[in-house]
């Protein structure tokens, strides 16, 4: 756990500064060693969706040792055994998927957090160096860990008041795209009257004096969530930007075409 990184990222926004970050789905671990090298503020290592493994997952944080940026996982769902071990890897935080209610989320941070407050065991992985920094870390551990639900529904969002009362977390991270499924849009980022309910949500998140998160959809887009009020901002998935840097230099040389999406390339 890399203590100074994570005060660093509090302080920014508790000064009402942006935090922000990529979003890595990609094995190769030298995408999160170019965000490191960029000074990114945070990067979070999806373990929900696509296919990284254990391995490709470690190999991404060890990349943020010694660095000023967050490493977060985000566990494929709200497991105690999946949120120890992200954290026993190393990770200074997760993000938890699909938090609808206050039960939920306690558990969730219960499950990061150690005895007596919670339920996390203590490992001797890299998180303790193997064993040897056991007491540093779980002096630290509780009071510095990061844990960020993911609001993906209009359940969540009506429910908001009360998860704001949970004790133990700072940030709310939203995915417009699951929100709007449960608002009878899937398949749209933001559905008819989604982007409304969202930002209802984020200026209850802010009078509660905490803090909101999103991923931008261009760059344009990352200066309006700025402007909204959005602290934790992505820039992006690693492959959604490859794919729009791909577009955008096959445009200079008029070959941009879309992408075939179909899995029987004769259609």
């Known amino acids: 756990m890399k203590v100074a990184a994570l005060q660093k990222f509090r302080q920014k926004l508790a000064d009402d500064q942006a935090v922000y970050g990529l979003w890595v789905g990609l094995d190769s671990a030298s995408i999160t060693e170019m965000a490191v090298a960029l000074g990114l503020d945070w990067v979070v290592i999806d373990a929900e969706h696509g296919h990284l493994d254990w391995h490709d997952i470690i190999e991404h944080v060890r990349t943020t040792v010694r660095s000023d940026t967050v490493v977060l996982v985000r566990v494929a769902e709200l497991n105690i055994g999946l949120i120890k071990r992200a954290l026993d890897i190393g990770a200074d ?16 941070v219960k499950f990061a957090t150690y005895p007596t407050a919670g339920l996390r065991g203590i490992g001797g992985e ?19 860990v990061l844990v960020v639900p993911l609001i993906e529904s209009q359940r969540a969002g009506l429910g908001i008041q009360g998860l704001l009362g949970v004790p ?7 995915g417009p795209s699951d929100y709007s499924s449960t608002a009878g849009h899937a398949g749209q980022w933001e559905g008819p009257g989604v982007a409304k309910q969202i930002i209802e949500v984020k200026d ?12 931008a ?8 969530r700025r402007e909204q009020g959005f602290r934790m901002i992505g820039l992006g998935l690693d492959g959604a930007l490859m794919l729009r840097s791909l577009h955008d ?3 200079t040389v008029d070959r941009d075409r879309k992408a075939n999406t179909a899995l029987d390339p004769r259609s």
């Open 93 to 108: 935080g997760v993000v938890v998927p699909w938090i609808e209610n206050t039960g939920q989320l306690h558990d969730a």
């Open 126 to 144: 890299r998180a303790t160096v193997w064993g040897e920094g056991v007491a540093q870390h779980v002096a630290e551990a509780d009071e510095n």
């Open 168 to 174: 133990g977390v700072d940030v709310f991270f939203f």
């Open 204 to 215: 209850a998140i802010r009078r509660a004096g905490k803090h909101a998160g999103v991923l």
């Open 217 to 224: 959809t261009s760059n344009d887009n990352l200066i309006e």
């Open 249 to 251: 230099a096959l445009r």
